[in-house]
């Protein structure tokens, strides 16, 4: 059960669908959904504000410069937290369920690592994100807070406000890992109340999973009340663009997978299957390690 929902904003794009998602899982959840505007990145200077960071640097020095850049910085970050504000407070009078969305105090990255945004994962029980979060917050909230916290994420590209996860479809991507393991349970609140449930299998030789493992698979979720019914995608030649192909035809509002990464040079790093489907955007895609 989710009762604590973190959900990242930033002034990059339209990130209403993210935030539709959330309120609608703070109102079928009855969880509190927290937003954050969350910022690391130093917009150019132009105009009159660079020749002044210029004119202190030629008359004082390098420190203060950077004094005086970083100032500049402070007073751009409270410009676009205001304005995000003011465009959250707008759209979630929008949303059904909106009086579930509530603002918190924003997230200054400048000085800082990642380490805020996993702090906020590590706090919430689930992470729903825009694909069009501004990059490098995206980058953090996926390869830092993902495999740092054990928490899941959802990513989102589209869904409608007010949608009800009773008219929703999931498609639950299997493969017998530990990974997909544990996405299925951790998203077990949300395929119980789900209308539909598809365990799509794609065929790959010897690693394709048998028809008595999926039908053991969906009597064990029947049990728990998920309206659940599975399918084995067979004779293709790219199973991630098979499987985008599956989700598209079933109208599926929501993709589960594990996550999956390998460390090297002590950072951690996306396995490609992953990275295909963070990189493609086609899917709502709910993530766990």
Same mark, same amino acid.
């Given at each position: 059960?989710?009762?604590?929902?973190?959900?990242?904003?930033?002034?990059?794009?339209?990130?209403? +669908?993210?935030?539709?998602?959330g309120a609608t899982l703070a109102e079928t959840f009855d969880a509190d959904a927290e937003c954050f505007f969350t910022s690391k990145s130093l917009l150019l200077l132009?105009?009159?504000?660079?020749?002044?960071?210029?004119?202190?640097?030629?008359?004082?020095?390098?420190?203060?410069? *950077?004094?005086?850049?970083?100032?500049?910085?402070? %007073?751009?970050?409270?410009?676009?937290?205001?304005?995000?504000?003011?465009?959250? %407070?707008?759209?979630? %009078?929008?949303?059904?369920?909106?009086?579930?969305?509530?603002?918190?105090?924003?997230?200054?990255?400048?000085?800082?690592?990642?380490?805020? !945004?996993?702090?906020?994962?590590?706090?919430?029980?689930?992470?729903?994100?825009s694909y069009d979060l501004s990059p490098p917050i995206l980058d953090d909230v996926v390869t830092g807070a993902l495999f740092a916290t054990g928490r899941p994420i959802?990513?989102?590209?589209?869904?409608?406000?007010?949608?009800?996860?009773? %008219?929703?479809? !999931?498609?639950?991507?299997?493969?017998?890992?530990?990974?997909?393991?544990?996405?299925?349970?951790?998203?077990?609140?949300?395929l119980k109340k789900a209308g539909k449930v598809l365990i799509a299998s794609v065929a790959e030789s010897e690693e394709t999973s048998s028809v008595a493992e999926l039908? @053991?698979?969906?009597?064990?979720?029947?049990?728990?009340?998920?309206?659940? *019914?599975?399918?084995?995608?067979?004779?293709?030649?790219? +199973?991630?663009?098979?499987?985008?192909?599956?989700?598209? @035809? *079933?109208?599926?509002?929501?993709?589960?997978?594990?996550?999956?990464?390998?460390?090297?040079?002590?950072?951690?790093?996306?396995?490609?299957?992953?990275?295909?489907?963070?990189?493609?955007?086609?899917?709502?895609?709910?993530?766990?390690?």
């Open positions: 059960m989710y009762k604590s929902i973190f959900i990242p904003l930033s002034n990059h794009s339209d990130q209403l +669908p993210a935030l539709a998602f132009e105009g009159e504000p660079r020749d002044k960071v210029e004119e202190m640097y030629h008359k004082k020095g390098l420190l203060a410069a *950077q004094e005086l850049t970083k100032q500049f910085y402070q %007073e751009q970050f409270a410009t676009h937290a205001k304005q995000v504000r003011q465009w959250f %407070e707008l759209n979630k %009078e929008k949303l059904g369920s909106g009086h579930r969305l509530q603002w918190r105090e924003w997230l200054d990255l400048f000085d800082v690592t990642a380490e805020q !945004v996993r702090d906020k994962c590590s706090f919430h029980d689930l992470t729903v994100a959802v990513l989102v590209r589209s869904f409608p406000q007010g949608k009800d996860l009773s %008219e929703c479809t !999931v498609v639950l991507a299997w493969k017998f890992t530990p990974q997909t393991l544990r996405a299925q349970w951790l998203s077990l609140p949300i039908a @053991e698979l969906t009597t064990y979720l029947q049990r728990h009340g998920v309206n659940a *019914q599975s399918h084995i995608i067979s004779n293709v030649k790219s +199973p991630a663009a098979a499987l985008e192909q599956y989700y598209a @035809e *079933q109208c599926a509002d929501l993709m589960v997978m594990g996550a999956y990464s390998h460390s090297r040079l002590r950072e951690m790093v996306l396995g490609g299957f992953t990275r295909h489907f963070l990189n493609s955007h086609t899917c709502n895609l709910m993530l766990a390690h």
